[in-house]
């Protein structure tokens, strides 16, 4: 309410020094000669002249010239100045003035945001604990941290913030300090490993998976240390031994554990699968560059080439490798991987022959 | 609540803009003084406006306020105040509202300072005024608002391209703004000109004064955006015929055709159609100017056609001011009234050869600039046309008007005596001569246009002097009367003797600089040398660096003449964080007499360093000569004849004081 009454107030000063020539101005006393404007200015030019003959900057001949053509339009100039007309009526100028209005208001309805208050970054963090402006806390606990880099409790405050926010680089970055200021646990080294998957697009890196497999020595029995153990393995095309670790689990796993339906989710998938992209990669995928995607999907494709390489048998993976170089237009590394997959089931008719039918498809010689 | 006080600021302005354009007209249509001053009002009110909702805006980038879109898009709170400043018109939408501030302030003031024009014209112009500055208000509220608001605010904003964070580039488009703009009066001028049927002396002296600064304005911004590429783009080049810098370039040389018609108008009653068209096609090159830059049809027609709501709107304005005041010329011109006639070889006759040959001069860089445009939006391939199309079009084209310059302010207004032209300056043809001969026997064996182009410079250095020297008489009377004679000179005359000077400064520099520019090009481990011109640079050292937002390698150049150490230079590569961009900072050693300019490249495979290093002759004269241009630009602009021309000024506006 307050700043419509401050915008009433802007409007109606802007009217009010719009119109105050129409109230102040009388008629002038004589009619403005135009060609008076121009008298002035050839006076001046004929002083000039005089100017510049007393310097000897100019020669006497040239300056009766100049002085004579000067004179002529002086003379020129003396026409009667034409009559002046009374002031117009002052209720056309105030009726104008409803244009500055008329424009204004609907442009501010369209553009404007009235209800929206200012937010200048350092009123917002000081204000931050009463405000409930949990971004703004963020950054004030990021600040204190910069200055105090052993406060744990800092860090503490931040790694489940920076989770839920889903900027997991900083929350591993958070996950590894709190290791290094309150000492080594199970939970900790299992949510600093979570932290550093998720941080990698749900791959486990090697030095995640050293940092599992040291919770798990802290504590055997911890869910997510093992999930993620085996999943390392899985990844690593580990098969047989993924396999045993999730079996393992899954004994353990009572039945209505929340992390159950993932688990046998992961189980399910096929073993030489490429890691299964989390919500965080799919986002990230949609709002990349077109190039970054190609980017992803080609070192997607690489992945499960490695897979091939490790452990060949598995028909339908050949097949999308195949599919895939095809359709990013790697003719060469298509047929390579055709020439692989063939040799590979040099004895398996029925293999063969659904490599021969995608090559046709793919059109690969 | 401050920044929807600006936004409503602005929009306000956009009412009273309206206002401006039409009651003013209306009332110097009825010859109604109340109407028509109150279009002096509305010009101080939109001013007034467009000023508080720009500090509003600068505010919230000094606060860092990430409500504002715009700020969060271009700002960053570890950002110095400085970048936070210049980062309101680093970007599109506030560099918009700069454009409409600067053009307000131009309007205002004509409404302030305007008291020697007749009333009839003031308002008019004014009301013209007010229509581009409708139109442009509109741009900005309904196309690229910098008041939109975020909902709910992010914490941080993205920042400014680090290679905008620069001092030169922070207020190089304030300047080439108020070039740009300062041309919308010289064309509210043409417009209530022509409106009125009368084109007269009062409005020649009136149009010059704006005009004048529109010039200097122009020189100046140009020059700082020269400027800017030579040093931080790191390729040791100062002028790239690019279509941004040609987009600046060509009001350029249409205002300096303009500026030296309108004198004709002035003092001779003569040009006055051309100098009305000129003054129009003046301001339709710097709209086309805001256009191309604007409108992101120089980075690709086709992205121009996806996302063209910008794009469009200012090629409506475009469209509507130039064919609009060009249909209005077409109709109104021939009702003004032909002035003085001249002989061809006279004062009158020089300036309309110089005014031809900018006016074909600035065609060949449009043709330039926009031919690759138009080719590429009928589907053509996408060419670039290079440096090599303007050395041989402008090139040739200016060639014979720099020849001209110091012959013009020698002729006679009227009927010049050509006899008289050579006895006062053979003196000056024959030292330029004699210096073009010595710069041929240094440079017997090329380039060839070296002794031509040197001659050419001192020539018009030596011209400059020898018009000084004759107005003062130096030497045909005693030296007191000479300088007697100079205090006495009018200052615009110091100012035409000073900008021809400054312009034979920036021929030798870029004579200089284009046929003896030292480039090498090699691989340095550190410890090793290579010549470069006279000098001897040692590449020292490499370190580590890191900046607030960025991290990089700064490598240390000794540099030697002959034996003497003369200086340790610093080039950088910086990579920006968050963007990744990298930067180079070059290494410069700046002398009167030439640069040392020095990039550290990448690594080779062998463990060396690929180093860009030129010695670059006589660059500074470049800047120095447009220094001098904009500094007489400025005396010119003191002299106390455009304070002139109001009838009784003095007793008028004291009755109206007294009131």
């Known amino acids: 309410m307050m700043i419509w009454i401050v915008f009433a107030i802007m409007t109606a000063a802007v009217i009010a020094v719009l119109l105050s020539p129409v109230v102040k101005a009388r008629p002038l006393a004589q009619g403005q000669d135009r060609n008076a404007f121009d008298r002035a200015i050839f006076r001046d030019q004929l002083a000039e002249l005089d100017r510049d003959v007393e310097r000897g900057a100019i020669a006497p001949a040239e300056a009766d010239a100049a002085r004579n053509e000067i004179s002529r339009r002086l003379i020129a100039a003396t026409a009667p100045p034409h009559a002046s007309r009374p002031l117009g009526t002052p209720s056309m100028a105030l009726l104008a003035a409803l244009i500055v209005p008329a424009v204004a208001l609907p442009l501010y309805l369209k553009a404007g945001s009235p209800q929206l208050p200012d937010m200048p970054l350092s009123t917002r963090l000081e204000n931050a604990t009463e405000t409930g402006d949990y971004e703004a806390m963020i950054v004030r606990v990021e600040k204190h941290l910069a200055q105090n880099q052993d406060d744990v409790e800092g860090w503490k405050v931040l790694a489940p913030a920076y989770r839920r926010a889903m900027r997991w680089a900083d929350a591993a970055e958070a996950e590894r300090n709190i290791l290094r200021l309150s000492g080594p646990t199970a939970n900790g080294l299992a949510d600093y490993g979570e932290a550093m998957v998720m941080a990698n697009q749900g791959t486990v890196s090697a030095e995640a998976h050293e940092v599992f497999r040291k919770a798990l020595g802290l504590d055997a029995k911890l869910p997510k240390a093992r999930f993620y153990a085996a999943l390392a393995l899985k990844q690593e095309g580990k098969s047989a031994e993924a396999k045993a670790a999730f079996e393992a689990f899954l004994a353990d796993t009572p039945a209505d554990a929340p992390w159950r339906d993932m688990l046998l989710a992961e189980m399910n998938d096929a073993v030489a699968r490429p890691p299964a992209l989390d919500q965080q990669t799919m986002k990230d995928a949609a709002s990349m560059s077109p190039e970054d995607q190609q980017a992803m999907i080609r070192s997607m494709v690489d992945g499960l080439e490695e897979k091939l390489k490790a452990n060949g048998d598995d028909l339908q993976g050949w097949l999308r490798l195949i599919r895939a170089r095809g359709v990013l237009g790697d003719a060469g590394k298509a047929k390579l991987a055709y020439d692989t997959a063939k040799s590979q089931f040099k004895d398996n008719p029925e293999a063969l022959a659904a490599l021969d039918g995608l090559a046709q498809e793919m059109k690969i010689p | ?659």
């Open chain 2, 1 to 659: 609540m401050i920044a929807e006080f600006g936004h409503f600021a602005l929009i306000l302005a956009t009412g009273v803009a309206l206002y401006q354009f039409l009651v003013p007209l209306v009332g110097a249509h009825r010859g109604d003084t109340a109407l028509m001053r109150t279009g002096i009002s509305a010009a101080v009110l939109q001013l007034a406006l467009i000023a508080v909702s720009f500090v509003v805006l600068t505010h919230a980038y000094i606060v860092s306020d990430f409500s504002v879109q715009n700020v969060y898009e271009n700002s960053h709170s570890a950002k110095p105040l400085i970048y936070k400043i210049s980062g309101v018109w680093g970007n599109h939408e506030g560099s918009m509202l700069l454009w409409v501030l600067i053009l307000a302030i131009y309007g205002g003031a004509v409404a302030l300072f305007g008291r020697n024009l007749p009333l009839e014209l003031r308002s008019r112009v004014l009301a013209i005024q007010g229509a581009i500055g409708l139109a442009f208000l509109l741009f900005i509220v309904l196309t690229s608002n910098p008041f939109q608001r975020l909902d709910p605010p992010p914490i941080e904003g993205n920042g400014l391209n680090p290679i905008l964070q620069d001092p030169a580039l922070a207020f190089h488009p304030p300047f080439l703004y108020a070039g740009y703009v300062g041309l919308s009066i010289a064309f509210a001028f043409a417009v209530a000109a022509l409106i009125e049927g009368r084109v007269d002396a009062a409005w020649a002296r009136w149009v010059r004064p704006w005009t004048l600064a529109a010039w200097m304005f122009l020189t100046i911004g140009i020059a700082m955006g020269s400027w800017w590429a030579y040093y931080e783009l790191g390729w040791g080049g100062w002028w790239f015929w690019d279509p941004v810098e040609n987009a600046s370039f060509m009001p350029w040389l249409v205002s300096t055709a303009l500026l030296h018609s309108a004198i004709v108008v002035e003092k001779r009653n003569a040009l006055k159609i051309w100098t009305v068209l000129l003054s129009i096609l003046a301001f339709s090159l710097s709209l086309m100017g805001t256009f191309l830059v604007r409108s992101g049809v120089l980075t690709s027609v086709h992205a121009f056609a996806v996302d063209p709501e910008r794009g469009l709107f200012i090629l409506i304005i475009l469209c509507l001011f130039i064919g609009g005041s060009l249909a209005l010329f077409a109709w109104r011109a021939p009702m003004l009234k032909a002035g003085g006639l001249f002989a061809p070889v006279s004062r009158e006759g020089g300036l309309v050869l110089n005014n031809l040959l900018l006016c074909v001069a600035c065609l060949a860089v449009f043709i330039g600039t926009l031919y690759p445009l138009a080719l590429e939006t009928f589907d053509g391939p996408k060419i670039s046309v290079g440096p090599p199309f303007f050395n041989l079009t402008f090139g040739p084209i200016i060639m014979p008007l720099l020849l001209l310059v110091p012959v013009g302010p020698f002729l006679a207004w009227k009927r010049g005596d050509m006899a008289a032209v050579w006895r006062r300056l053979w003196k000056s043809l024959a030292v330029a001569v004699v210096i073009g001969l010595i710069v041929l026997a240094v440079n017997i064996r090329g380039p060839w246009l070296a002794p031509v182009g040197m001659a050419m410079a001192a020539w018009l250095v030596l011209g400059a002097i020898a018009d000084l020297a004759a107005r003062i008489g130096l030497f045909k009377v005693p030296l007191s009367s000479s300088w007697h004679r100079f205090t006495g000179l009018p200052r615009s005359a110091i100012g035409g003797i000073l900008a021809h000077g400054g312009l034979g400064l920036m021929i030798a520099g870029i004579i200089a600089i284009s046929l003896w520019k030292v480039e090498v090009i090699v691989a340095l481990k550190t410890g090793e040398s290579a010549d470069v011109g006279a000098y001897t640079v040692t590449f020292l050292s490499e370190t580590p660096l890191s900046g607030p937002n960025y991290t990089g390698r700064a490598g240390r150049f000794l540099v030697k003449e002959g034996d003497r150490e003369i200086t340790t230079l610093v080039s950088e590569k910086r990579n920006f964080q968050p963007s990744g961009m990298p930067t180079t900072e070059v290494g410069l050693l700046q002398t009167l007499l030439g640069d040392v300019y020095v990039v550290m490249g990448d690594e080779t495979t062998d463990g060396a360093r690929a180093m860009r290093m030129y010695y670059n002759p006589l660059v500074n004269f470049i800047w120095l000569g447009a220094f001098i241009m904009f500094c007489g630009g400025l005396l010119s602009l003191t002299d106390r004849r455009y304070r002139v021309g109001a009838p009784k000024r003095a007793i008028s506006a004291q009755a109206v004081a007294a009131e």
